[in-house]
């Protein structure tokens, strides 16, 4: 199966440090004009939706939970997502996932449930030690 989002970035950081996590999207149709979301789990946990954002105008969705520490952004020319990862926290400790859907679409109220995306990429671990 041909993997169509590729994610990169993750990594080992103390407590109020930084990461940036890349989401690569292989195929320019699952890229334009969507609706591409950030997740992250924990053992035993489901999946949280925390950012999204729609890749045909750039408006952006934050949980409360990461808002004003991570920053959801594009680059068109690379179709790549990118998570700015602030003020890293314990707590942030997951593995991370971006997710997307076909056909392409607008970010909807659905964005932070799992249920609304097909495609995901393999994961990234991040690690917060305090």
């Known amino acids: 199966q041909v993997q169509l989002l590729v994610e990169s970035g993750g990594g080992s950081v103390q407590a109020g440090g930084s990461l940036r996590l890349s989401c690569a999207a292989t195929n320019a149709h699952i890229y334009s004009n969507n609706c591409m979301a950030w997740f992250r789990q924990t053992p035993g946990k489901e999946l949280e939706g925390f950012a999204a954002?729609?890749?045909?105008?750039?408006?952006?969705y934050y949980d409360d939970s990461v808002k004003g520490r991570f920053t959801i952004a594009q680059d068109n020319a690379k179709n790549t997502l990118y998570l700015q990862m602030d003020s890293l926290k314990p707590d942030d400790t997951a593995m991370y996932y971006c997710?997307?859907?076909?056909?392409?679409?607008?970010?909807?109220?659905?964005?932070?449930?799992?249920?609304?995306?097909?495609?995901w990429g393999q994961g990234t671990q991040v690690t917060v030690s305090s």
């Open positions: 954002l729609y890749t045909g105008g750039g408006s952006t």
């Open positions: 997710a997307a859907d076909l056909p392409p679409r607008q970010c909807h109220e659905t964005w932070r449930s799992h249920r609304t995306y097909n495609y």
